[in-house]
T-cell receptor, first 115, second 111 residues
Framework: EAGVTQFPSHSVIEKGQTVTLRCDPI?????LYWYRRVMGKEIKFLLH????????ESGMPNNRFLAERTGGTYSTLKVQPAELEDSGVYFC?????????????FGPGTRLTVT | RKEVEQDPGPFNVPEGATVAFNCTYS??????FFWYRQDCRKEPKLLMS???SGNEDGRFTAQLNRASQYISLLIRDSKLSDSATYLC????????????FGGGTRLMVKP
């Protein structure tokens, strides 16, 4: 069974540009999460989808970040315009059942560098 | 104060040694507790859940003390392959499934 996949694995963009990250969860997983780790800090929650609906977006840092999950399959996270402090590793995770608290499977991450 | 605190290490131990990591969490309403393992430049992977009664999985033993808001992980007979960062993770949000991560404890097992 394929795990969570993320694209691209690395992205280097200039401040002010737009970047879109993609996440494909494990097939059949209704729950999809975005997290990120900025340099020197712990991994932080961004948001949680259940199918196509945003269940919790309390971790989104500001309105430059837009996450979508049209059709309840893959998800995209767009950063527009990117700022230097957005640099970090963006992880996507999925789980089959939100009652299985914590059983989240992580993708390999997208390493974003904003210059 | 961070919601989940860990000693960042590194812990440098010889093969075969026993090593213990600790973690404290600030929110007494926390519901679920986990240890994740993260290899360098890789994604976190669930190592084990932590239950109030304590639980063991092979060489790994996890303990939870709700009164002290303290979680531990014990690794016996350390292997070179145990070298990684160990992340203490707590599910704080009762209504949702948001995971809160500690900063991680780095373990290096030497031959």
């Amino acid at each position: 069974e394929a795990g969570v996949t993320q694209f691209p694995s690395h992205s280097v963009i200039e401040k002010g540009q737009t970047v879109t990250l993609r996440c494909d969860p494990i097939s059949g997983h209704d729950n999809l999460y975005w997290y990120r780790r900025v340099m020197g800090k712990e991994i932080k929650f961004l948001l949680h989808f259940v199918k196509e609906s945003k269940q919790d977006e309390s971790g989104m840092p500001n309105n430059r970040f837009l996450a979508e999950r049209t059709g309840g399959t893959y998800s995209t996270l767009k950063v527009q315009p990117a700022e230097l402090e957005d640099s970090g590793v963006y992880f996507c995770a999925s789980s089959q059942d939100s009652r299985e608290l914590g059983e989240q499977y992580f993708g390999p991450g997208t390493r974003l560098t904003v210059t | 104060r961070k919601e989940v605190e860990q000693d960042p290490g590194p812990f440098n131990v010889p093969e075969g040694a026993t090593v213990a990591f600790n973690c404290t969490y600030s929110n007494s309403a926390s519901q679920s507790f986990f240890w994740y393992r993260q290899d360098c430049r890789k994604e976190p992977k669930l190592l084990m859940s932590v239950y109030s009664s304590g639980n063991e999985d092979g060489r790994f033993t996890a303990q939870l003390n709700r009164a002290s808001q303290y979680i531990s992980l014990l690794i016996r007979d350390s292997k070179l392959s145990d070298s990684a960062t160990y992340l203490c993770v707590v599910n704080i949000n009762n209504a949702g499934n948001m995971l809160t991560f500690g900063g991680g404890t780095r373990l290096m097992v030497k031959p």
